[in-house]
């Protein structure tokens, strides 16, 4: 039994994400409801509202709140080589299937701030295919977008990547990519050259590209069921034949409508490949 | 009220047990869950503060060891009773007000990823009156905040007596945040389990 307070709070938080859609059409209505209630929770703090029916009024009235919302409605945590034993079986079972295509598109989906786009173009440049290679970065927040296309991280943040590359079977120095100044690494650019950064929703827009590879890695575990269902679906239509979807290491596609249109193909890594 | 034109609204009887701790959890943890029958007829969501980076045995060793089922969270799962789920290393653990297990890379909260306060708060929300919170021995606070957010909500606050655990920070902290809560021994955290809980259903 929930308290009346809680019901109450229930709705207004459908109402405001509600209202966000209605308003600027951006739709996190098939977002898990639990971490969404946290993020906009923060976000409530962040705007000092006592309610979210006050974020709501808020939102609603003044368009500078939104683009400030949309950091808080979407998860920005990512580190590059994230996972290291994923990289190492792209590396070893995926690569050489994919050295066998004369070229190569790749969809990195939900990029964010654009740490595995830039994982995976060091890999492929590392592998010897960034040449035949195309590589769409998508996200719905264009903030996020603009960071990944500017490619600077916290210098910080330098030790953990440098790590988990080499775990991940790194050939070269991480230290050959990046260069150093006034506390941030800058990615260098010639990593982007082969790189596509477009605005794509995986709630509302259609597929996007024949790919032959999609890595979308903690991105769906944000996701309703129902829209797990709909992504899976957009990968699936828009994989090559045999075409390769890497998953974060928690998400499976075990509860999927789609669990009979992929194989797992690696049995430890969360790498699937369409079955036809 | 036909389910399906509300397939996102509990029933009302719905009930859990959520747990949280860190320091000497799998001491404790062991000394409640194998008590449990395998016809348990709650679901028991488990946070336990772990290094992230390590591929975690602990469902598994408990699972040897218990009647009841013990396994690692998958996201979007859906809870089921006389099992135990515990949070992978590294992600939070969430419950949706559907009843279904949910996963999130998000921040760490108080340093920790899993946060027993993300579970403990979200578990509130989906259960209501129907859930009770156990808060064991743990060397850090986490936990104090999600417990009172049980109470809250109308659930039951158990807190391991901070001078029989193996680290007495956040029980102590619990207590302090939760007033309502009642300290108990393991073996009467246990019981209640066992016994009084199973009854209120």
């Known amino acids: 039994m929930k308290t009346p307070s809680a019901e109450t709070e229930d709705l207004e938080l459908r109402l405001l994400v509600e209202a966000v859609f209605q308003r600027y059409h951006y739709d996190f209505r098939d977002y898990s409801t639990a971490s969404l209630k946290r993020r906009l929770l923060q976000a409530r703090e962040r705007f000092q509202c006592a309610s979210f029916s006050a974020l709501q009024e808020r939102v609603l009235h003044d368009p500078e709140v939104l683009p400030r919302m949309l950091g808080y409605l979407t998860v920005q945590v990512s580190e590059m080589f994230r996972d290291p034993s994923f990289f190492l079986a792209l590396r070893e079972q995926v690569v050489p299937h994919l050295r066998t295509y004369p070229s190569l598109k790749v969809w990195v989906a939900g990029c964010s701030a654009g740490e595995e786009l830039y994982s995976l173009a060091i890999l492929f440049r590392e592998e010897g295919l960034e040449e035949r290679t195309i590589f769409y970065a998508t996200d719905i927040n264009t903030d996020a977008l603009r960071k990944a296309e500017a490619g600077v991280y916290d210098i910080d943040r330098i030790a953990l990547f440098t790590a988990n590359h080499r775990l991940a079977g790194g050939k070269s120095s991480l230290s050959d990519y990046y260069t150093a100044a006034y506390g941030g690494a800058a990615f260098d650019k010639s990593l982007r050259k082969r790189v596509v950064f477009s605005d794509h929703s995986l709630v509302s827009d259609a597929v996007f590209a024949e790919a032959h590879l999609v890595c979308c890695r903690n991105v769906m575990i944000y996701f309703k069921r129902t829209l797990q269902d709909r992504a899976v679906g957009l990968f699936r239509d828009s994989l090559v034949r045999k075409g390769f979807l890497g998953l974060g290491a928690k998400e499976s596609l075990h509860f999927s409508a789609h669990a009979a249109e992929f194989r797992q193909f690696t049995p430890n890594e969360r790498i699937y490949q369409k079955s036809a | ?201």
């Open chain 2, 1 to 201: 009220m036909s389910r399906d034109l509300f397939p996102d609204r509990p029933q009302a009887a719905a009930a859990a047990v959520v747990i949280g701790a860190s320091a000497g959890a799998v001491e404790a943890l062991i000394r409640i869950l194998p008590e449990l029958p395998e016809d348990y007829p709650l679901p028991l969501m488990i946070v336990v503060h772990l290094p992230p980076d390590r591929e975690s045995t602990l469902a598994a060793l408990l699972n040897t060891r218990c009647r009841i089922t013990v396994k690692e969270a998958e996201d979007k799962e859906p809870i089921r009773p006389g099992t135990a789920y515990l949070a992978p290393p590294d992600y939070h653990l969430l419950i949706e007000p559907e009843f279904l297990l949910s996963l999130s890379n998000e921040e760490p909260v108080l340093y920790s990823r899993p946060s027993i306060d993300v579970l403990f708060e979200s578990a509130a929300d989906a259960y209501g009156s129907g859930l009770t919170g156990i808060i064991l021995t743990g060397a850090n606070s986490d936990g104090a905040r999600g417990l009172r957010a049980v109470r809250a909500a109308g659930g039951l606050a158990l807190v391991q007596i901070p001078e029989e655990a193996d680290a007495d920070t956040m029980p102590r902290a619990a207590l302090a945040a939760c007033p309502g809560a009642r300290a108990l021994t393991l073996a009467q955290i246990t019981g209640a389990l066992k016994t009084e809980l199973p009854r209120a259903l």
